[in-house]
């Protein structure tokens, strides 16, 4: 099977690849190394499949199909995995043109993509977000979502809407994956478990904002990986399908208690500057996950404890090796 990848060498991305390539995939991987954060991360973040015959990097923006198109050359498509996007809440309120943008105009350029090399699958990377903080917990994917409280939550919701448009439209199998605060190895630098972790380890204060009481559905992104194989293989059974699901690992914990639970791994206290609320944070996220279990044979089987503790694994190796 080949399978495109959008925002591959990204975080989440980037794990998806290792594993379709390692199950015999053919992977084709798109992404145009935008500077949100430093693009050597996430070149790095490729290593691995640098050089195997069955993935290949093409340097190419979502936002601009043709060129996407131009670059993949001849040939069919049987997946699209559309991972990319213009990541954050926070960033979102400052320049919500940039999210619009690539999460809508991407999602179009992609759709698009996948409908011209004749996929049968299209999975969309949506997120939590899309809930705010009028639906009940756990979130379920029947709840209403028509009061997001931040334009990137907006810009993913309008991103499941395309899908459907698409499904409608064109017959194209459309799975939307919210994701529920993914974290791990390889994890985004500027995302809370990497950057608490830099900050502690280095002896610095961490920001915290608001009292401490916010509550996370954190998912490790090995689980999040086999929920994306899961969806695969669903949208392939499923022609013409629109779904939604969420990923996440069906439980919440304070942003206090995550703080403690860094603190605990690294050996140290944390010291904490207390700030105000930001505007767009949702209260809570928590997932329940029994339509993906029952349709997607979706299972987590990291709890935050372990993830944690491989996540500080790897961030000691990273910096050991960095030195």
């Known amino acids: 099977m080949r399978v495109l990848v959008t925002g591959g060498a990204g975080f989440i991305g980037s794990h998806v690849c290792q594993r379709l390539v390692e199950r015999g995939d053919e ?64 960033p979102s309120i400052h320049q919500p043109l940039d999210s ?15 409908r011209r090399r004749g996929a049968r699958a299209f999975l969309l990377g949506s997120s939590s977000s899309v809930y705010g903080n009028a639906a009940p917990v756990p979130f379920r994917e029947s ?4 009061q997001p409280i931040s334009p990137y939550a907006a810009s993913k919701r309008a991103a499941e809407l395309l899908g459907h448009t698409y499904a409608h439209l064109h017959g194209l199998a459309v799975v939307c994956l919210r994701l529920f605060t993914v974290y791990g190895p390889r994890q985004r630098p500027d995302l809370a478990i990497h950057r608490f972790t830099r900050l502690m380890a280095a002896g610095d204060e961490i920001p915290l904002f608001g ?13 999040v990986v086999q929920g994306v194989e899961g969806a695969i293989r669903y949208a ?3 022609p013409g399908v629109f779904e939604i699901f969420n990923l996440g690992e069906s439980r919440t914990v304070t942003l206090t208690e995550l703080v ?28 329940d996950v029994s339509r993906a279990r029952a349709l997607l044979g979706y299972d987590p089987r990291t709890p935050l404890e372990d993830g944690v503790r491989r996540f500080v694994r790897w961030f000691r ?6 030195v």
Not at 143 to 146: C, G, H, S, Y
Not at 211 to 223: C, E, L, M, P, Q
Not at 262 to 286: K, N, W, Y
Not at 317 to 322: H, K, M, P, T
Request: glycine share 12%; net charge negative.
């Open 211 to 223: 009292d401490g009481s916010t509550r996370r559905d954190y998912t490790y992104v090995d689980d």
């Open 260 to 287: 403690a639970l860094l603190g605990h791994e690294l050996g140290v206290e944390p010291r904490i500057r207390r700030l105000p609320a930001q505007p767009g944070d949702v209260e809570r996220t928590f997932a």
């Open 100 to 114: 619009v943008h690539v999460n809508v105009g991407g999602t179009v350029g992609m759709l698009e993509v996948a």
């Open 236 to 238: 392939l059974d499923h």
């Open 317 to 322: 190796e990273r910096e050991g090796a960095a």
């Open 143 to 146: 709840d209403p979502v028509a």
């Open 27 to 90: 992977v084709v991987a798109v992404d145009n190394f935008d500077r949100f954060y430093d693009p050597a991360v996430k070149r790095g973040n490729l290593v691995a499949l640098e050089g195997h015959p069955r993935f290949r990097l093409l340097e190419a923006d979502v936002c601009d199909p043709d060129g996407v198109e131009a670059a993949l050359g001849e040939g069919g498509v049987d997946a699209v995995v559309h991972l990319a996007g213009r990541p954050g809440v926070r």
